[in-house]
């Protein structure tokens, strides 16, 4: 069974500009996450998808953020414009749902490492 | 909001030997979640302990669970230099929301 993957591993970029980052889940998974950890500290939660639906976005820092996940399969997250701030790496994870009323394991993807310059 | 915190910070150990981390949290949870993360690499989950749990295996893990302290403690036994790497646990919310709330984790060395 294939894992969360991302994808790009590692973007650089200058600050101003646009960068998309993709997560696909796990085939299946209904649930998916966008954490982040930028230097030094400790990994946050960003938002949290159901499907096609935003469950929980309340992680998000700005508006030049943005989560879609259209058809509720793979999800992008833009960032526009980007600043020096938003270096960092990009996890994404997936989860099967809830379990008898409790959250299920969250599988993460590698991660996305981005560079504002 | 709750926390998860990790202790020790940094723990550097001889092949061998064993290696426990420590890690407490501020709130109710559902469960909480030991997470490893090799150098430059994505987080691989280890373990799940859900709150009515105190105790579970996973071939060389043990993670230990007291919602009375509000702590969990991650052992790995007979630690290999490959262990290395940052370890995180990360705890839900039972409040509803499925976000985990990670701590900042335990570098652990394990010299050969």
């Known amino acids: 069974e294939a894992g969360v993957t991302q994808f790009p591993s590692h973007s650089v970029i200058e600050k101003g500009q646009t960068v998309t980052l993709r997560c696909d889940p796990i085939?299946?998974?209904?649930?998916l996450y966008w954490y982040r950890r930028v230097m030094g500290k400790e990994i946050k939660f960003l938002l949290h998808f159901v499907k096609e639906s935003k469950q929980d976005e309340s992680g998000m820092p700005n508006n030049r953020f943005l989560a879609e996940r259209t058809g509720g399969t793979y999800s992008t997250l833009k960032v526009q414009p980007a600043e020096l701030e938003d270096s960092g790496v990009y996890f994404c994870a997936s989860s099967q749902g809830i379990l008898a009323g409790v959250a299920d394991t969250q599988y993460f993807g590698p991660g996305t490492r981005l560079t504002v310059l | 909001s709750q926390q998860g915190e990790e202790d020790p910070q940094a723990l550097s150990i001889q092949e061998g030997e064993n290696a426990t981390m420590n890690c407490s949290y501020k709130?109710?949870?559902?469960?909480l979640q030991w997470y490893r993360q090799n150098s430059g690499r994505g987080l691989v989950h280890l373990i799940l302990?859900?709150?009515?749990?105190r105790e579970k295996h996973s071939g060389r893990l043990r993670v230990t669970l007291d919602t009375s302290k509000k702590s969990s403690s991650l052992l790995i036994t007979a630690s290999r230099a490959a262990d290395t790497a940052s370890y995180f646990c990360a705890t839900d919310d039972r409040g509803g929301s499925e976000k985990l709330v990670f701590g900042k984790g335990t570098k652990l060395t394990v010299n050969p």
């Open positions: 085939s299946g998974h209904d649930n």
């Open positions: 709130t109710s949870i559902n469960n």
């Open positions: 302990i859900r709150s009515n749990e």
